[in-house]
């Protein structure tokens, strides 16, 4: 049902930048500000970005967040072996009586 | 520190109700800043949400499983629940409760996830 496009993986080497891309559509992306939660191995989502670009209190100012026009991304600077993880985008839909969807997942590993 | 922790049946047949509870501490869930929400994940898969409730007991669900899904809410146990009726083996995952916030200029506009429990497994199986 994931209406919000992710490359299914991503690397890098520690140190390097990663970026990470999120196609939608104009119900979505195009309408609403897009958040990004980490999924470590084996745990729960947390929130990594939220209202497109606002980092919550203790996520390292590395992962930064962006929106244009249908699309958005996540970029990782300084790329750390703790960063190894799932990343799913995510938005509100206005679409039928409105639901949120989720991006399709990117796994990102550390080379 | 505000937290949300799931509880329930780890095992439900198939065509039965599961039903789960989220216990929020630490915090109240008639704050009228945030809603309360479920969201799941089948094995190996990504995150689907499955509904979102107010402490006034008004509800959003996923248009998808709208028709088997009731949340509610219970201000006095400072808990909310799911029930999810006529399950299937599709209905096998990882079920999370989380603290929701939503705001803006319209409906969704800012509406994130920003509290999340631990998780717990459903199976559905015979």
């Known amino acids: 049902q994931s209406v919000l496009t992710q490359p299914p993986s991503a690397s890098g080497t520690p140190g390097q930048r990663v970026t990470i891309s999120c196609s939608g559509s104009s119900s979505n992306i195009g309408s609403n500000t897009v958040n990004w939660y980490q999924q470590l191995p084996g745990t729960a989502p947390k929130l990594l970005i939220y209202r497109s670009n606002q980092r919550p209190s203790g996520v390292p100012d590395r992962f930064s967040g962006s929106k244009s026009g249908t699309s958005a991304s996540l970029a990782i600077s300084g790329l750390q072996s703790e960063d190894e993880a799932d990343y799913y985008c995510?938005?509100?839909?206005?679409?039928?009586?409105?639901?949120?969807?989720f991006g399709t997942g990117t796994k990102v590993t550390v080379l | 520190q505000l937290q949300v922790q799931e509880s329930g049946p780890g095992l439900v047949k198939p065509s039965e109700t599961l039903s789960l509870t989220c216990t929020v501490s630490g915090g109240s869930i008639s704050s009228r800043s945030y809603y309360w929400g479920w969201i799941r994940q089948p094995p190996g898969k990504g995150l689907e949400w499955i509904g979102s409730?107010?402490?006034?007991?008004?509800?959003y669900y996923n248009p998808s499983l709208k028709s088997r899904v009731t949340l509610s809410v219970d201000t006095f146990k400072n808990q909310f629940s799911l029930k999810l009726s006529s399950v299937t083996a599709a209905d096998t995952a990882v079920y999370y409760c989380?603290?929701?916030?939503?705001?803006?200029?319209?409906?969704?506009?800012?509406?994130?996830?920003?509290?999340w429990g631990k998780g717990t497994t459903v199976t559905v199986s015979s």
């Open positions: 409730i107010y402490y006034s007991g008004s509800t």
């Open positions: 995510a938005a509100w839909d206005d679409s039928l009586n409105g639901l949120y969807v």
């Open positions: 989380a603290r929701l916030y939503n705001g803006g200029i319209k409906w969704g506009y800012y509406y994130f996830m920003d509290v």
